[in-house]
């Protein structure tokens, strides 16, 4: 009857393996890239602006920080505030001063 065993298409199966394991790829692919564009948070992460550098608190702001939170009481506050304004009126000299 038939010469060739499945109508002649010998070894075609290693095709459609090889396609479906392709179509799963592509669909794990398209879910995982769904789920990465829908669960981004874009304020996260956003570039700071080029023009201003970073600013780091000032030994003063720093204290006041903690006397807001609570970290210091207020005479503790005011204390540590002084050994500050000594420290920088020692460093700015003489010169300074008289101005």
């Given at each position: 009857?038939?010469?060739?065993?499945?109508?002649?298409?010998?070894?075609?199966?290693?095709?459609?393996?090889?396609?479906?394991?392709?179509?799963?790829?592509?669909?794990?692919?398209?879910?995982?890239?769904?789920?990465r564009v829908t669960s981004h948070t874009p304020h996260?992460?956003?570039?700071?602006?080029a023009s201003t550098p970073p600013t780091t608190p000032?030994?003063?702001?720093?204290?006041?920080?903690?006397?807001?939170?609570?970290?210091?009481?207020?005479?503790?506050?005011?204390?540590?505030?002084?050994?500050?304004?000594?420290?920088?009126?020692?460093?700015?000299?003489?010169?300074?001063?008289?101005?």
């Amino acid at each position: 009857m038939h010469r060739y065993w499945n109508d002649g298409w010998t070894g075609g199966w290693w095709w459609m393996a090889i396609m479906m394991i392709i179509v799963w790829c592509g669909v794990i692919w398209i879910a995982v890239t769904a789920i990465r564009v829908t669960s981004h948070t874009p304020h996260v992460h956003a570039p700071r602006d080029a023009s201003t550098p970073p600013t780091t608190p000032t030994p003063r702001e720093i204290l006041a920080e903690r006397l807001a939170r609570g970290e210091i009481e207020p005479d503790d506050y005011r204390r540590r505030l002084d050994v500050l304004d000594q420290r920088t009126d020692a460093a700015q000299g003489p010169i300074s001063r008289a101005r």
